[in-house]
């Protein structure tokens, strides 16, 4: 049975970096990041880019869980309302699989400080924080197992996972 694992949250909060970890943890492990599907210049996020995103999105999943040389499939985008997630996987055979699904959260001063040296690294842009604070409340009302980042690493919030994921 393959695993495909959900992780969300807020922008700053450590999707990717967690998403990694885990890779390094699971066997046989593909990794999508959604933000991949949008990277474009410019950025334009309209009706038709949304669709033109989730539709690329399912189509690198659908090809994951078919290829028999993968276990285990993350996939990581923000996905700041649960029916982003529910579309997403509606439109995936996930017969044979087990779905998990993460929320990463973590407190805004520590998502502030983040986003703020994110900032000062030049890997966001400036408005960052007014963008990124007001979903953070977003993913404790989503149906999925959340995993406090504050004062964890991405490798120690990755072991939360493989835990769950693998129990033995």
Known sequence: MKNLIFINGTMGVGKTKTSRELQKLLPRCAFLDGDWCWDMSPFTVTDETKAMVEDNICHV??????????????????????????????????????????????????????LHNDVVNGVRDSDAIARSLPRLGNYLEMDTEKIDTTGISPKQAAQVMLRIISPE
């Open 61 to 114: 999943l659908s090809n994951f869980l078919k290829c028999s040389e993968f276990d285990n499939i993350i996939f990581c985008w923000v996905m700041h309302q649960q029916a982003i997630m529910d579309s997403l996987l509606s439109r995936l055979d996930t017969c044979g699989s087990k779905v998990y699904r993460f929320s990463l959260i973590c407190s805004e001063e520590a998502l502030k400080q983040r």
